[in-house]
């Protein structure tokens, strides 16, 4: 079973900035993998954040366009969020997710979340 760590979130103030971490096990080669964040909101859908694959080609959220950056750590096992003018609506719980898809099968792994809270 491969767990998938986040770390980083807290309680921020609005045009904070926060980076957050999700450490992956030697194990896992996430070379490999495409990583991405989400995050989701009590009684609402886990949405996709930000996302990197294994070449290092990056996607964003509308939402968060220019205001977060994603970056992968591949000797490390580990991707970052740095998330910078934090705004309210970013309050959410942030999921690290590891992705590989190839003829012979797919393999998809989630952490289990860490919050960020930014109040006013």
């Known amino acids: 079973q491969v767990t998938l760590v986040e770390s980083g979130g807290g309680l921020v103030h609005v045009g904070d900035s926060l980076r957050l971490s999700c450490a992956a096990p030697?194990?896992?080669?996430?070379?490999?993998?495409?990583m991405s964040w989400y995050r989701e909101i009590p009684g609402e859908s886990r949405d996709l954040v930000a996302r990197i694959d294994s070449g290092g080609h990056t996607n964003y959220a509308d939402f968060v366009q220019g205001r977060f950056t994603i970056s992968r750590d591949n000797a490390g096992s580990t991707v970052y969020l740095q998330m910078r003018d934090l705004k309210l609506d970013d309050t959410a719980v942030y999921y690290c997710r590891a992705f590989l898809e190839l003829d012979r099968g797919t393999w998809n792994y989630w952490g289990q979340g860490t919050q960020v809270t930014v109040s006013s």
């Open positions: 030697k194990s896992l080669r996430m070379d490999d993998y495409e």
